[in-house]
C-alpha cells in the first residue's frame, strides 16, 4: 500500500506542472509517464551491471559505452535548467524514440514522443519530484501509477472515460480469472480491466511462504499456480487494443509498473474491417479466441463502411455500444466469459439493432447477469446511467441473475468512506449464491432476483430491471373526509377568533 508521504508528493508533482502552465491532465500523465520510462531505464540498467559483475558480460544492457550520458542519473544532475532542458528535449526523446527495449513494452509505442515542457524551471522541479518517487519499490510502484491515473477524470475525445476502480475489481470478482486463462480487452484505454486481473491473480494465487512437509519427512516445495504460469502470464496472457496511442503507452507503463513485461498491446480500432485480418487468431473465437473479455468500451458514433461486416450481420448500427457487444463475442472461444459495462440504452432500446443485439446474446449464448448500477458511479457522467451485462459465449440462456446496486458507496464529491460498499460486496455474494443454486431468488422485491428467458423474450427481450421488479404498496391509513373538515373548521375558527383578538389590540 502507498503511504500519505507518496500521494503528497505526487500531488506535489501535479501541482507544479498545472503552477507550471500545463493543465491538460491527459499531457501531464503522459509526461510523467515518459520521465518514468526514463528513469526505469536508468534503475534496469543499474541492476544489469550488479548482476554482471562476475558474469564476464558486458554491463551495457540498454545504453551503449557512447551513451552513458543519456542515463537518468547523469543528466538529471544537470545544475543549469537551460542546459536540462536542451538536452532531455535534443538528445534523451529522440533516444526514447527510437528505443526498442524488449524489456520494457513501452519502447514499442515511444515513436512519437515529444516534451511538452518548455519551460526550464519546470523540468528541474519535475525532475525533482519524480526522484521522490519510490519507483524502486516493487509492491509500491503500481499503487503509484495507479494513484496518479486516477487524477485523468476527463474524457477522451473519442468517447473513453475512466471505469472506478471498486467498479472493475467487482467484474474481475464476477469472472474470476485463472492462471492459465487468457484475457483481453477491445479497448482497453490504461489497461485498468488488465491490471486488476494482475493483482487478483497475485491476491487469489499467492506464493506459498513455507514448504510443506510430506509424509515420508520429506521437504518439498508447494507448488504455486501463478509461478508455474509465470512465463505464460507475462507474454500470452494480458491482450490490449485502443486506438488512441497515448491511451496506449499508458497501459503500457500501467502494466509494466504492475509486473506484467510483455503485454500484448496493439494500436487498432478493434471494430474495423483490419481488425480481423491482422489479428486473426484473437479477433475470432472459431480460430482461437480469448477465454475472457473485460471491457468498459468507449460511445461514440462509428462509419458503417468503417465495421466489419461480420458485426454488421448481427446488427445494423453506428452505435458502437451494441458492436462492441458482437465484437466481444466474436473474440471469444466457445464457453468464454465476459463482464462488460454497457449504458442503460442497450436494456431497453427499441431500434431493430438493440433488439437483434438483445436477442443475440439471449438466444445464442447465455445471459447470466445483469447489474444495474447507480447514475454517479461515473463521475464525468454524472447523469449516465449503466449496467454490467456478465455473459458467456455458446449456449442459450436459462436464466438471468439481476441485482439492483443502489449504493457504490463512492459518492460522486469524490469522499469515500470506508465499507460503506455495501452493495458491491452484496452483489458478489448473490451472484456466487445464483450460480452455486443456494436460493430459488424468485422474490423480485428483493435487489437480487432472477427472471427465465422466457419472461424476457416475452417483454421484447427489455433487460432494464424496472421492468421485472416488483414493487410492494403500503397501506395507507387515511382519516374519512368529514373528520378530515371538522378539523379544518376548527382550525378556521380559532384563526378568525386570533385575528378578532389582534384587531382590538390595534383600536
Known amino acids: 500500500m502507498m503511504n500519505n508521504q507518496v500521494k503528497s508528493d505526487i500531488d506535489r508533482l501535479w501541482l507544479e506542472f498545472v503552477t507550471g502552465g500545463i493543465s491538460n491532465s491527459l499531457i501531464i500523465i503522459e509526461q510523467i509517464s515518459f520521465l518514468m520510462f526514463a528513469r526505469l531505464l536508468d534503475m534496469e540498467e543499474a541492476q544489469h551491471e550488479k ?11 540498454i545504453f551503449r559505452i557512447d551513451q552513458q550520458a543519456l542515463r537518468w542519473k547523469n543528466w538529471s544532475q544537470i545544475s543549469d535548467g537551460e542546459a536540462m532542458l536542451k538536452f532531455v528535449c535534443d538528445e534523451v526523446f529522440p533516444h526514447l524514440r527510437i528505443l526498442g527495449s524488449k524489456k520494457f513494452t513501452m519502447g514499442e509505442y515511444m515513436d512519437n514522443v515529444s516534451l511538452q515542457i518548455s519551460k526550464a524551471s519546470l523540468l528541474v522541479l519535475v525532475v525533482k519530484q519524480l526522484e521522490k518517487l519510490p519507483l524502486d519499490n516493487s509492491d509500491t510502484q503500481g499503487d503509484l501509477y495507479e494513484y496518479l491515473l486516477s487524477k485523468l477524470t476527463t474524457a477522451g475525445i473519442h468517447g473513453q472515460f475512466r471505469t472506478p476502480h471498486h467498479i472493475i475489481q467487482l467484474m474481475v470478482q464476477l469472472i474470476d480469472p485463472k ?67 497515448t491511451m496506449l503507452r499508458l497501459a503500457a507503463m500501467n502494466l509494466m509498473l504492475h509486473g506484467v513485461e510483455n503485454p500484448d498491446l496493439h494500436y487498432m480500432d478493434t471494430l474495423s474491417k483490419a481488425f480481423p485480418e491482422k489479428f486473426p487468431v484473437i479477433a475470432n473465437g472459431d480460430k482461437g479466441g480469448l477465454d475472457i473479455i473485460l471491457s468498459n468500451p468507449p460511445l461514440k458514433r462509428t462509419l458503417a463502411e468503417d465495421v466489419h461486416p461480420s458485426l454488421l450481420k448481427i446488427a445494423q448500427t453506428s452505435k458502437s455500444e451494441l458492436l462492441f457487444i ?51 458511479v461515473f463521475r464525468t457522467f454524472a447523469g449516465l446511467s449503466t449496467a454490467i451485462l456478465v455473459f458467456t459465449k455458446g449456449g442459450s440462456t436459462q436464466d438471468v441473475f439481476f441485482y439492483d446496486v443502489q449504493s457504490d458507496g463512492h459518492p460522486q464529491d469524490g469522499k469515500c468512506q470506508e465499507n460503506v460498499d455495501i452493495d458491491l460486496t452484496d452483489v458478489l455474494t448473490q451472484y456466487r449464491r445464483w450460480r452455486n443454486g443456494e436460493s430459488d431468488f424468485t422474490d423480485r422485491t428483493a435487489k437480487a432476483f432472477k427472471v427465465s428467458a422466457a419472461d424476457i423474450r416475452a417483454h421484447n427481450f427489455e433487460l432494464s430491471i424496472n421492468r421485472y421488479r416488483a414493487t410492494t404498496h403500503k397501506k395507507m391509513k387515511v382519516e374519512e373526509p368529514k373528520v378530515i373538515l371538522a378539523r379544518m373548521r376548527t382550525l378556521e375558527a380559532e384563526i378568525q377568533r386570533d385575528m378578532a383578538e389582534l384587531e382590538a389590540m390595534l383600536r
Open 51 to 61: 548482476n554482471v559483475l562476475h558474469s564476464g558480460e558486458s554491463p551495457y544492457h
Open 179 to 245: 492462471p492459465s486463462e487468457t484475457i483481453g480487452d477491445p479497448a482497453c484505454g490504461t489497461a485498468g480491466f488488465l491490471v486488476a486481473v494482475m493483482e487478483y491473480l497475485r491476491t487469489t494465487y499467492p506464493a506459498p511462504e513455507f514448504a510443506e512437509a510430506l509424509q515420508d519427512g520429506r521437504k518439498s516445495n508447494a507448488c504455486d499456480p501463478l509461478e508455474l504460469h509465470q512465463k505464460y502470464v507475462q507474454h500470452s496472457t494480458f491482450h490490449g487494443f485502443d486506438f488512441d496511442a
Open 326 to 376: 458482437v465484437l466481444i463475442l466474436r473474440m471469444l472461444k466457445s464457453g468464454g466469459r465476459s463482464a462488460t459495462i454497457v449504458p442503460d440504452g442497450v436494456l431497453f432500446g427499441a431500434s431493430k439493432a438493440h433488439l437483434a443485439v438483445r436477442e443475440y446474446l439471449l438466444n445464442q449464448n447465455q445471459l447470466e447477469g445483469v447489474i444495474s448500477l447507480p447514475s454517479g
